[in-house]
């Protein structure tokens, strides 16, 4: 076989709670910021379908794990709801939703499945967001006391716990660019809410280990490499490292080296917008740095220096850099977004290089569909070469990664079975699965599933 993975690599995909279980009466789930804004503007979601009407995993659970099984699957990603378990994020513990979680770790676990458990996956529980949500202190020490609840309840059979998924999206959506709530342009709260985030994962890293128990804990980083228009125009790389330290190093160096990038320190300060701290923060981050890594990586970011006039009564973190627009990039036609390849292999070879080495593994990588459901046969099956070739693609250069020492041990893809995707809602799909939203959630394994399974089993492809 060309392409040889190692034994027990994991192969999989990831999903989130909210993506997937659905929101039922009497279930006592509280809640998150997304069923409150899709309460209050419907029109800004796709199709003003919101987040009740998700493909139901919360019913549907044993049914999706032999999905998962028949897409083979040995491992897999989901994320606890904090608003499912604690519908309050600060008050009692919801036993339905107990319930829920230990059944469906258990039926991964009796199906062969390794369980990877998430924490927060861009769920903030509203009672929580009313009083600030990441903006405020008292929301970090609710949510490492959700936390340990998780730690305690499930980490006899979890043995993979990550504290936060893409940690920059509520940032980047909630506080600069407007699509999560509570969709406000404010760059000092975007500071706040960033490094709260950071400080709520080393202190929720720092209770797992003094549990003392039987796993490991790290955190699911979108890692987006900057690529400068010219490498030798000192202005454009200048601008990339900027692009780089706002949008990856911000999470990345204090989830592994426990300090922030200087770069980022200096500019935060010139603008006079450090955030509120306490004594000790900075050497909890420092002590309670992660142990394995996820890494998201849908696309690149190709920048350049400054053209565009900034905006002098905003400051945004894009006043430091443009987006360049690359001619004849190789482009996804079905989301807008550039494939590139290599930038997996990048970003490996800079975890090699520059992080230690941590042990890492893709935690999503997907290729989105607008309307996939054009190209459904008769039969209900979806011939979905295009997502075949942007896996094996993505793949090689994995493959070409470890081979140079990467510690990479893993690959999921986003995602399993097609899911409600925040204010895109279904509008592209990314599963090895499709699900039938207006025929009771039917799934029909696509024709990428089928082969995901066959690469799996061979632990490898040509
Ligand atoms: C990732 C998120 C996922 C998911 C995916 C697809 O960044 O972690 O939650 O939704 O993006 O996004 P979209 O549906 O907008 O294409």
Redesign the pocket.
């Known amino acids: 076989m060309k392409y040889n993975f190692p034994k027990d690599f994991w192969w999989g995909s990831?999903?989130?709670g909210p993506?997937t279980e659905g929101v039922f009466p009497g279930d006592n789930k509280g809640d998150s910021t997304w069923d409150y804004w899709y309460k209050q503007k419907p029109e800004l979601f796709f199709d003003q379908v919101g987040p009740e009407k998700t493909s139901y995993t919360y019913l549907r659970f044993k049914e999706d794990v032999q999905l998962l099984k028949e897409t083979g699957h040995n491992s897999f990603r989901t994320s606890i709801q904090w608003s499912r378990l604690i519908p309050t994020g600060d008050g009692e513990v919801n036993q339905d939703a107990v319930r829920f979680y230990n059944e469906y770790i258990d039926e991964l676990i009796a199906n062969d499945i390794e369980p990877f458990i998430n924490l927060y996956?861009?769920d903030m529980p509203m009672s929580l967001m009313e009083k600030g949500g990441w903006e405020s202190r008292a929301t970090v020490e609710a949510y490492v006391r959700y936390a340990k609840i998780c730690f305690e309840l499930f980490g006899d059979r979890v043995k993979k716990w990550f504290t936060n998924?893409?940690p920059i999206?509520p940032v980047e959506g909630g506080y600069l660019y407007q699509f999560h709530y509570p969709a406000i342009v404010d760059l000092r709260k975007a500071i706040q809410v960033g490094y709260h985030e950071n400080l709520a994962s080393a202190m929720a890293i720092s209770a797992y280990r003094q549990l003392n128990l039987d796993g490991e804990i790290g955190i699911?980083l979108?890692l987006t490499p900057s690529y400068p228009r010219d490498v030798n125009n000192p202005e454009d790389v200048k601008a990339s490292i900027i692009c780089d330290a706002f949008f990856n190093r911000s999470f990345l160096d204090p989830a592994i080296k426990g300090t922030f990038p200087q770069e980022l320190i200096d500019i935060v300060k010139e603008l006079g917008m450090l955030p509120e701290y306490e004594a000790n923060d900075l050497d909890i981050i420092k002590e309670n740095t992660v142990e394995l890594l996820g890494v998201?990586y849908?696309h690149p970011r190709r920048v350049k220096a400054k053209e565009t006039p900034k905006n002098p009564l905003i400051p945004m973190p894009d006043d430091y850099f443009d987006m360049y627009d690359m001619p004849n990039k190789k482009m996804n036609p079905y989301?807008g977004?550039e494939i590139y390849e290599r930038g997996v292999y990048d970003l490996l070879i800079n975890l090699r290089d520059n992080y230690g080495n941590i042990p890492c593994f893709i935690s999503?990588n997907?290729m989105?569909v607008e309307n996939e459901a054009r190209f459904i046969k008769e039969d209900g099956s979806i011939e979905d070469d295009y997502r075949i070739d942007f896996v094996a693609g993505h793949l090689r250069y994995v493959h070409d990664a470890l081979q140079e020492g990467s510690n990479v041990k893993g690959y999921h893809m986003?995602?399993a079975i097609d899911?409600?995707?925040?204010?895109?809602?279904y509008?592209?799909r990314?599963g090895f699965v499709s699900v039938d939203i207006d025929n009771e959630g039917k799934r029909t394994i696509k024709k990428s599933g089928h082969w995901f399974k066959t690469v799996a089993d061979n632990n490898g492809f040509d």
């Open positions: 990831a999903v989130s993506q996956h861009f998924n893409e999206v699911i979108n998201n849908y989301r977004w999503e997907g989105g986003w995602t899911n409600w995707s925040w204010t895109n809602a509008k592209n990314y």
